[in-house]
């Protein structure tokens, strides 16, 4: 990184890939799970495969956790020690996390000035505002026009899943237990979207495809025929991800796109199987794989 550019850092529940985030020299504040007594890193002590095989056999859900205070600080002092000038900090909501109020009482104890900006996202939606914020700093922006280019990004994306089963939301308490009883019995998928920072539901599917139809006429509905910049983002789910792909790509005017995994901190939330579409103008984004030279 050049002296002086604006530094981006982000957290877990961007769940970009980790190829990606290094090409980018992006900097990822891991969350952490807990299964019983057992606190692991998303990402750093458990993958994304490890965490699904323990899901799949536990008995409780396993509680997860905002970052350790450590993590900011090593993530802002390495961008530092690299020669930036700035830091933007962009983390998932404040309506799901404590994150983006543990980073703001950190803040002022960097060794630069960071901006932390609650980005009113999750996963491809945050994803999509990273990877803007990341273009704008490679191209020397200050740092209120790196968190501009992430905003208008926020005020674009359309982001909604469909989940596969709702038992993971029966036991967190999402849902009631009856509720949950009859969706398995009539294997009705909930469908889910992030408005101004929280997940609401917005419907429910009988098919997979039927509810990733409905996203993609969403987001049609929202963008039309204008070229957009894509992240599929699945739970363990490649043949779901590569429908939504497919179902995108021929309702869409996809420029470019992304797939992705539910990281441990969303995936135990959302449970194997759930599939989520984000999008945005890609004028607004550029294209999710290509980092600079």
């Known amino acids: 990184m050049p002296d002086g550019r604006v530094a981006v850092v982000t957290d877990s529940t961007a769940d970009l890939p980790n190829e990606v985030a290094e090409e980018w020299g992006l900097r990822v504040v891991p969350m952490s799970v807990t299964f019983g007594t057992t606190t692991e890193i998303s990402r750093v002590t458990i993958s994304d495969e490890q965490f699904y095989e323990r899901l799949d056999v536990a008995t409780s859900l396993p509680t997860t956790a ?20 700035a830091i933007v900090s962009l983390h998932v909501s404040r309506e799901l996390s404590g994150t983006v109020s543990q980073a703001q009482r950190l803040a002022p104890d960097a060794a630069v000035p960071v901006t932390v900006e609650d980005s009113r996202q999750v996963a491809g939606g945050l994803a999509l505002m990273v990877l803007a914020a990341l273009r704008a700093a490679e ?40 509720a949950a009883t009859i969706g398995r019995a009539l294997r009705v998928r909930p469908i889910l979207g992030v408005d101004d920072g929280r997940i609401e539901s917005v419907g429910r599917a009988r098919t997979m495809r039927s509810g990733i139809e409905r996203i993609v006429q969403t987001i049609h509905d929202r963008h039309g025929d204008v070229p957009l910049s894509l992240v599929v983002t699945h739970a363990v789910a ?5 429908l939504a792909l497919e179902i995108a790509r021929e309702r869409l005017d996809v420029a470019a796109s992304l797939t992705s995994v539910f990281g441990p901190v969303l995936g135990t939330h959302t449970g194997p ?21």
């Open 273 to 293: 199987g759930a599939v989520a579409l984000a999008a945005a103008p890609a004028s607004l984004v550029g294209s999710p794989t290509e980092a600079p030279d």
């Open 238 to 242: 490649p043949e779901a991800a590569d």
């Open 66 to 85: 905002q970052p350790n205070p450590h993590w900011f600080i090593e993530g802002w002092q390495d961008a530092a020690d690299d020669g930036c000038s």
């Open 139 to 178: 191209q020397d922006a200050r740092p209120d026009e790196v968190v501009a280019a992430a905003t208008a990004v926020r005020d674009a994306v359309v982001n909604m899943m469909v989940v596969d089963t709702m038992d993971y939301l029966r036991r967190g308490g999402r849902v009631t237990g009856a």
